[in-house]
């Protein structure tokens, strides 16, 4: 479509920054294009664990407790294939990433969803995961920071989760992709609750904080004996990741906070603007505090989330995600990625606040 405008995408409209890439280009220079150990290069896992402990304070053993996957996504797959046994419930809190119920159902599980509350800031409260709760919950999926919503969970809200994982004995699969992009002070992750390392498997990975989508690289770390089932699965289904992306990813690891503090600040600013134009416009929306999404409500126009997506799209030229992408939950509600030119945003919400004002007029 002509002249249209993408809101649509989870993906950094940064390059990848130079001297990462020129270290994959030097590993295919040096004909560094054979297979890799099943888990990973030795020097990139080993940097995982210098990177987690430097930025979560966890520690994890690079030998036996991380495991180099195809992007995060896959991660998400092995753990799911490597932890349930058919029938076993999976916790979902939606709106949420796309793969984590098919996954869960491909892994032989029952995925359970738990509806998150805008009036909640569309945080997991302890009330909310309880009710979900029976003799057959074996893994609450923790999808924060938040895709679609933005949402996070404060160190406060983590602890009283994890109080209720540790009584009733569950798993937890803890995706911390964003962890980078949070703008309300250090990202704290579950496993440095007590007691949630030995009982987590968390997925992390280099798309979001690095600007490498294409890279597909991504990692999982936990106990060494879930780690172990879940190299098995990766081995016979993947053989490793790939190796140019994995030596690019020891440089981003080694020298790349710079780069990430740089990009984290420029979302920061876009994510102010949205909020202030929002808040402009009349548009409800809580403020989000991590990723690069924003979730506004659309319900006072009296459209589902498709229609109001679709006639956006079709009247104005701007492409955005109907809330119900993300769970039945995300019904009046829209997904707008601001991993966009704050040039796009500003001529995309120009857009969105002449659509809003024929419709408040048709209303009228």
Known sequence: MEDAISLGVGEPDFDTPWHIRDEGIYSLERSRTFYTSNAGLKELKEEIANYLERRIHVSYDYRDEVLVT???????????????????????PQPSYVSYEPCAVL???????????????FRLTPAELLEKITDRTKLLVLPFPNNPTGAIMEREDLEAIAKIIIEKDIFVLSD???????????????????????????????????????????????????????????????????????????EALRNGDEDVAMMREAYDQRRRYLVHAFKEMGLECFEPYGAFYIFPCIKEFGMSSEEFAARFLQEEKVAVVPGTAFGDC???????????????????????????????????
């Not at 879930?226 to 990741?241: E, G, L, N, S, V």
């Not at 997904?335 to 007029?361: H, P, Q, T, W």
């Open 70 to 92: 195809v992007g995060g996504s896959e991660g998400i797959d092995v753990a799911m294939r490597a932890m349930l046994d058919p029938g076993d419930e999976v916790l979902i």
């Open 107 to 121: 892994a032989g599980g029952k995925p359970v969803i738990i509806e998150l509350k805008a009036e909640n800031e």
């Open 176 to 250: 911390e992709i964003y962890s980078e992009l949070s703008y309300k002070g250090e990202h704290v992750s579950i496993t440095s609750i007590p007691g949630m390392r030995e009982r987590t498997i968390l997925i992390n990975g280099f798309s979001k904080a690095y600007a490498m989508t294409g890279w597909r690289l991504g990692y999982a770390c936990g106990p060494a004996e879930i780690i172990k089932q879940m190299t098995k699965i990766h081995q016979f289904a993947i053989m490793c990741a790939p190796t140019t992306s994995q030596y690019a990813a020891v």
């Open 330 to 364: 995300g019904e009046g509600f829209l997904r707008i990625s601001y991993a966009y030119s704050l040039d796009n945003l500003k001529v995309a919400l120009g857009r969105l606040e002449d659509f809003i004002g024929r419709l408040r007029a048709e209303k009228a």
